[in-house]
């Protein structure tokens, strides 16, 4: 069963700062991965989703990399806001089954 | 619809129980997936819907769960005789393709009194 494992489990850093999430899985042979962020009490929102041919990817403040090779995958928040607190999953698709295995996530706090 | 519905947003069942949650996914998407997600923890998987065909139910923890969609569209997922360990949010997500990524619902939370 693919593990995946994100560290560190929690973050807190003062507004401004530059961040990285890390995600780390211990099967290579995916199909694709994903982030995700979630709200308190809410469902999962869809940040960057990376494809195995891909490296990295990018939205606004927020770059993905993917490196198969290594197990990696890593997302880098620049000019962190108060309202980028949140938790930070990763969830990796495998080239065979149905199912995203997910990180337990990393819980962010950015302090204004 | 624009996104994945879930209903109701939150439900409080006593102990033994049955209950039923309700996803409605995206419009044209094939694929369906109902995932666990305990407090602190990230999301497990439970099933796996392509139409109206399951083709994976490896994750429902035990005979107590029962997930269908009949007509390919909506879903239900439903729990019989819920027990304390039930406790948790319920997540409905869907995709077109795998190209496209999963989006998720707000997710359903059970509590089991």
């Known amino acids: 069963k693919q593990e995946v494992t994100q560290i560190p489990a929690a973050l807190s850093v003062p507004e401004g700062e530059n961040l990285v999430l890390n995600c780390s899985f211990t099967d290579s042979a995916i199909y694709n991965l994903q982030w995700f962020r979630q709200d308190p009490g809410k469902g999962l929102t869809s940040l960057l989703l990376i494809q195995s041919s891909q490296r990295e990817q990018t939205s606004g403040r927020l770059n993905a990399s993917l490196d198969k090779s290594s197990g990696r995958s890593t997302l880098y928040i620049a000019a962190s806001q108060p309202g980028d607190s949140a938790t930070y999953l990763c969830a990796a698709w495998m080239n065979s089954g149905y199912a995203l295995n997910f990180g337990k996530g990393t819980s962010l706090l950015v302090t204004p | 619809g624009a996104g994945v519905s879930q209903s109701p947003r939150y439900k409080v069942a006593k102990r033994g129980q049955d209950v039923a949650l309700r996803c409605d996914p995206i419009?044209?998407?094939?694929?369906l997936f109902w995932y666990q997600q305990a407090l602190g923890q990230g999301p497990e998987f439970l099933t796996y819907f392509q139409n109206e065909a399951q083709l994976d139910k490896s994750g429902l923890p035990s005979d107590r769960f029962f997930a269908e969609r009949p007509e390919g569209s909506v879903s239900t997922l439903k729990i019989q005789r819920t027990q304390q360990e039930d406790s948790a949010v319920y997540l409905c997500?869907?995709?077109?393709?795998?190209?496209?990524?999963?989006?998720f619902g707000s997710g359903t939370r059970l509590t089991v009194v």
């Open positions: 997500a869907s995709s077109l393709t795998s190209l496209f990524g999963y989006t």
């Open positions: 419009s044209g998407h094939v694929s």
